[in-house]
């Protein structure tokens, strides 16, 4: 792909996190990273967090999280995550939970507290509709008592929908059906002004017969200019197989030892090409090359791009180090 221009360079880290595992018990239809329960069953092992560590530093971060997937499906690989991240003087902020592991307050206490002594000091509680889809919300307030128990700060994420999900039977899940014939028809609509999602992942699907959908052709004219939100480092993530994701574009890659240097059209030509010369020059090229056609509609040019994507590795089975992982594309729905 041809991408003349400016290159992508990432010189620096500012805020971000370290995705530990992809296998979720889960599918929330917002997820970004298309997490679900039929990812292969792999945990980050002590090398990778370490080179990724390593690596966070050398761009001048510090201080980062864990998330997943659920990072806490494999308490003892986490604990060890939390060990390196102490040898290597990396703070960990917070490690994020949707209580799917939850069975009783006890053990969950024990668990904490063991996981304390490695390091943890801070679990972000994922709290909100699209989570109650698939775990009971006693598991919830179950974990946020054991954290309490074990000297564990909990951070409720968001505690804005504590009572309308516990306003729900809560030992057992309840669809997005019931919170709109409760609190109106409008409800999904609502949420992400409630809190921050990112339309991406298969938040596209859940939300484009939500929210209004654009032209192909409007959103090819009003985004004629590169992506420069691939170079976006307030909210970064290394995943367990080495991979930067850039900006918020899941599944797009950059392998971990190219961070720091000049990203080549070479090595990288759907990246540099995006980031060059925008979905324009994406899309003219995925036609031209590999007889895509894109829908009429879409919600962004974001959802074209994934949609582009999707199609060369599920339609084309285009094998490419920028489109990883692969199996992000066979867990969007």
Not at 27 to 53: F, G, M
């Amino acid at each position: 792909m041809n991408s003349p221009g400016r290159r992508l360079h990432i010189v620096h880290l500012q805020s971000g996190g370290i995705i530990t595992n992809y296998y979720c018990t889960s599918r929330c239809r917002h997820c970004l990273y298309a997490c679900s329960p039929d990812w292969e069953k792999k945990y980050i092992d002590e090398e990778t967090v370490r080179q990724n560590l390593r690596t966070i530093k050398t761009l001048g971060c510090s201080s980062i999280h864990l998330g997943g997937g659920e990072p806490f499906l494999d308490v003892e690989g986490l604990a060890k995550v939390l060990a390196v991240a102490r040898e290597e003087e990396v703070n960990i902020e917070y490690v994020e939970t949707n209580s799917s592991w939850y069975r009783d307050r006890d053990s969950a206490a024990d668990t904490f507290a063991a996981l304390k002594k490695a390091g943890l000091s801070s679990v972000l509680v994922s709290i909100s509709p699209f989570h109650n889809e698939h775990i009971p919300f006693y598991k919830v307030k179950g974990t946020i008592e054991a954290c309490k128990i074990a000297g564990i700060s909990a951070v409720l994420w968001i505690s804005d929908f504590c009572r309308e999900i516990d306003s729900f039977d809560d030992r057992v899940t309840h669809p997005l059906s019931e919170y709109a014939a409760r609190f109106g028809g409008d409800y999904l609509r609502t949420i992400p002004f409630r809190y921050w999602i990112h339309l991406g992942g298969r938040a596209l699907e859940t939300f484009k017969d939500v929210f209004d959908m654009k032209s192909t052709d409007f959103l090819l004219a009003s985004n004629r200019h590169g992506c420069s939100e691939l170079q976006e480092v307030g909210h970064f993530h290394l995943d367990l197989f080495g991979n930067y994701i850039p900006g918020m574009c899941s599944g797009l890659a950059i392998r971990r030892e190219d961070l720091g240097k000049e990203i080549t059209p070479e090595r990288y030509p759907i990246i540099s090409t995006l980031f060059a010369s925008g979905i324009n020059a994406f899309l003219r090229i995925a036609s031209e090359t590999y007889g895509f056609k894109p829908r009429d509609l879409y919600l962004s040019k974001c959802h074209l791009c994934v949609d582009i994507r999707r199609f060369l590795v599920r339609e084309k089975h285009i094998s490419s180090l920028e489109l990883q992982p692969e199996s992000h594309y066979s867990n969007l729905t």
